[in-house]
Nanobody, 115 residues
Framework: QVPLVESGGGLVQPGGSLRLSCAAS????????MGWYRQAPGKERELVATIDNGGSTKYADSVKGRFTISRDNGKNTVYLQMNSLSFEDTAVYYC?????????WGRGTQVTVSS
């Protein structure tokens, strides 16, 4: 098991920013890709962004130019900087990590964009 703990969610006004963090804890291991998914009410979970252990990134079209994913390999932590947030970004955001071909999920953190 690879416990993942997300933090940084909350309530923000449209146009605002939030920074999510996800830390993997436990035994020493090598994490390959890390990333973020989100699930809005009544919708399927969707990819937001991923980053591999070399720093290559991928983004959903809906967040390109607004969100930035980064990671600190020494801390086994991935971050998601979210700028210019809109109502459509409201969702539960889940962290994911790939270790030895297996995928592990965090419990999620709520992001609500509301005026």
């Amino acid at each position: 098991q690879v416990p993942l703990v997300e933090s940084g969610g909350g309530l923000v006004q449209p146009g605002g920013s939030l920074r999510l963090s996800c830390a993997a804890s436990g035994s020493i291991f090598i994490i390959n890709a890390m990333g973020w998914y989100r699930q809005a009410p009544g919708k399927e979970r969707e990819l937001v962004a991923t980053i591999d252990n070399g720093g290559s990134t991928k983004y959903a079209d809906s967040v390109k130019g607004r969100f930035t994913i980064s990671r600190d390999n020494g801390k086994n932590t991935v971050y998601l900087q979210m700028n210019s947030l809109s109502f459509e970004d409201t969702a539960v955001y889940y962290c994911i990590a790939e270790v030895a071909g297996l995928h592990y999920w965090g419990r999620g953190t709520q992001v609500t964009v509301s005026s």
